[in-house]
């Protein structure tokens, strides 16, 4: 199977301009989480959705932080505008909740120059 | 909130010996407890889990933890060390008191480095 595949793998931009990250589930998992990890802060959660549905979204930085799931196959983090801040790993995660197990992309590396 | 508190930044340990990666875990709510490993440049892989049960849990690539509550740790262990296992190790649990054993809204200890020394 698939694990959780996310989109682009590395990006480098320019101040101000717009990110999208994309993120696919595993198939059949209800759960999708959306971590930034950086040197400073480790590991942060910034928004979860389940059944497409954002249930805590506590850890948006700010207001130039969005994310939508369209549908259970596909989701969206995006930056605008973008600042060097934002430099990070972002990780799409997803499980089937109830105990389960979180499985993680490989993270979209992005840099903001 | 819960939360997971790794003492070390950095454990350096001989090829084949034994190697313990330390977590200790917040009194209050459940003891639901996760290990995950970051391998360079590559996302978070679980190793285990503790949700109930026997206090010793075993997990992928030879590793196993032990779940003491009494000095309320979650220790990583393995009893001979591999090159490959020198990677980022993360401690978890959820954040919530009340979320069960969902590993939803995980909450993640700072990381431990772990470099193992041919």
């Known amino acids: 199977d698939a694990g959780v595949i996310q989109s682009p793998r590395h990006e480098v931009t320019e101040m101000g301009q717009e990110v999208t990250l994309r993120c696919k589930p595993i198939?059949?998992?209800?759960?999708l989480f959306w971590y930034r990890q950086t040197m400073m802060r480790g590991l942060e959660l910034l928004i979860y959705?389940?059944?497409?549905?954002?249930?805590?979204d506590s850890g948006m930085p700010e207001d130039r932080f969005s994310a939508k799931m369209p549908n259970a196959s596909f989701s969206t983090l995006k930056i605008q505008p973008s600042e060097p801040r934002d430099s990070a790993v972002y990780f799409c995660?997803?499980?089937?909740?109830?105990?389960?197990?979180?499985?993680f992309g490989e993270g979209s590396w992005l840099t903001v120059v | 909130a819960q939360s997971v508190a790794q003492p070390e930044d950095q454990v350096n340990v001989a090829e084949g010996n034994p190697l313990t990666v330390k977590c200790t875990y917040s009194v209050s709510g459940n003891p639901y407890l996760f290990w995950y490993v970051q391998y360079p440049n590559r996302g978070l892989q679980f190793l285990l889990k503790y949700i109930t049960g026997d206090n010793l849990v075993k997990g992928s690539y030879g590793f196993e933890a032990e779940f003491n509550k009494s000095q309320t740790s979650f220790h990583l262990k393995k009893p001979s060390a591999l090159v490959s296992d020198s990677a980022l190790y993360f401690c978890a649990r959820p954040a919530l008191p009340d979320s069960g054993a969902g590993s939803y809204q995980l909450t993640f200890g700072k990381g431990t480095k772990l470099s193992v020394i041919p």
């Open positions: 995660a997803s499980s089937s909740g109830g105990g389960n197990t979180i499985y």
């Open positions: 198939s059949g998992h209800d759960y």
């Open positions: 959705f389940n059944n497409n549905v954002p249930i805590d």
